[in-house]
């Protein structure tokens, strides 16, 4: 079963605009994960955010953790043509012996 | 830096025949794990191992076998494979221990990508 689930299954935006993805998961969590994957290629690890915390920030990456909601949110400003991927959010749910739990993820195509 | 290197890359097989999956990483991690990623699904985890000479089950287990007989390396078995298995294939290790900072953050491999006829 899946743990996190994203919304929207895909996203199409103009270059310079705002991309928002939402994540919902259903246990108590140690911490969630972005990861981003390009077409044909591995995951790659885009931040970590604890279950103590409530907003992170890594360059234009901003995510948010609202565990009374069992919900996040990553948003990614002024989007460019080469944040074209796959966004997906992982949970390393307490009491996993630390797996990771991946969401189906969501298609993002920025448009130049 | 390699990082994760799985291989092969790609492989046709026909039902019922066997294979293995190789994933090699000089990171020196604790932990390795191999996914399965089928469209809509996302990545399911099928074994892990959290040191070298043990495994253990993942979500969807059933039809493949791993060993971790070096640090380095963790392997993925199909005895017998089956068009359910067609798929790709991702393995990825990450660092031990709780509490530490990237503690379980996942370095992943670029994929095998597997059809059973």
């Known amino acids: 079963s899946q743990q996190g689930e994203e919304d929207p299954q895909a996203l199409s935006i103009q270059e310079g605009e705002n991309a928002t993805m939402n994540c919902s998961y259903k246990?108590?969590?140690?911490?969630l994960q972005w990861y981003r994957q390009n077409s044909g290629r591995g995951l790659v690890h885009l931040i970590l955010?604890?279950?103590?915390?409530r907003e992170k920030h890594s360059g234009r990456l901003r995510v948010t953790l609202d565990t009374s909601k069992k919900s996040s949110s990553l948003l990614i400003t002024a989007s460019r043509a080469a944040d074209t991927a796959s966004y997906f959010c992982?949970?390393?749910?307490?009491?996993?012996?630390?797996?990771?739990?991946f969401g189906s993820g969501t298609q993002l195509t920025v448009l130049p | 830096n390699a990082g994760v290197t799985q291989t092969p890359k790609f492989r046709v097989l026909k039902t019922g025949q066997s294979m293995t999956l190789l994933c090699a990483q000089d990171?020196?991690?604790?932990?390795m794990y191999w996914y399965r990623q089928d469209p809509g699904m996302g990545l399911r985890l099928i074994h892990y191992?959290?040191?070298?000479?043990?495994?253990a089950k993942g979500e969807v287990p059933d039809g493949y076998n791993v060993s971790r007989l070096k640090k380095q390396n963790f392997l993925l078995g199909l005895e017998s494979a089956a068009p359910s298995q067609t798929s790709v294939y991702f393995c990825?290790?990450?660092?031990?221990?709780?509490?530490?900072?990237?503690?379980?953050?996942?370095?992943f491999g670029a994929g095998s990508r597997l059809t059973v006829l």
């Open positions: 990825a290790s990450s660092r031990s221990g709780t509490g530490v900072s990237g503690a379980n953050v996942l370095t």
């Open positions: 246990t108590s969590i140690n911490n």
């Open positions: 955010i604890r279950s103590n915390e």
């Open positions: 992982a949970t390393d749910a307490l009491g996993s012996a630390r797996q990771l739990t």
């Open positions: 990171m020196n991690h604790e932990y």
């Open positions: 191992s959290v040191g070298e000479g043990t495994t």
